[in-house]
């Protein structure tokens, strides 16, 4: 390979700045609904590299005593262990619905 030829499929700078827009305004969406309890983010609609960034980010800004909720296609325990690793002991975790078709969870920062 030569000069500045690129493989096909991979992502120029271009694609990648769509996406950091994308999450970005994901991440506003969510942010301006914070203050009404039980903000839900539905997973099974947002790209799968998005999804735990989106989430992360959401939890980093609530205020204590605010929650909100992470709908999914199946239990989402493994971001449970990665709250775990993140947020020991500072975050809940209560399931509201759990399965088959559809899991609920609500994730708080405690008051």
Same mark, same amino acid.
């Given at each position: 390979m030569m000069g500045n030829e690129r493989l096909p499929g991979l992502r120029s700078n271009k694609d990648r700045s769509? !996406? =950091?827009? #994308?999450? =970005?305004?994901?991440?506003q969406q969510i942010t301006d609904q914070l203050t009404a309890p039980g903000t839900t983010i539905d997973v099974r609609? !947002? $790209?799968r590299t998005m999804r735990h960034p989106l989430i992360f980010d959401t939890f980093d800004q609530l205020? $204590? @005593?605010q929650?909100?909720? %992470? %709908?999914?296609d199946h239990d989402p325990r493994p971001l449970r262990y990665l709250f775990d690793v993140r947020y020991f002991n500072i975050f809940t975790w209560d399931y509201v619905e759990? @399965? $088959? #078709? !559809?899991w609920r %969870? =609500? %994730?708080g920062r405690p008051g």
């Open positions: 769509g !996406i =950091r827009g #994308d999450v =970005r305004s994901m991440k609609s !947002i $790209p205020a $204590p @005593g929650f909100f909720h %992470v %709908v999914s759990t @399965g $088959p #078709d !559809i %969870v =609500r %994730v």
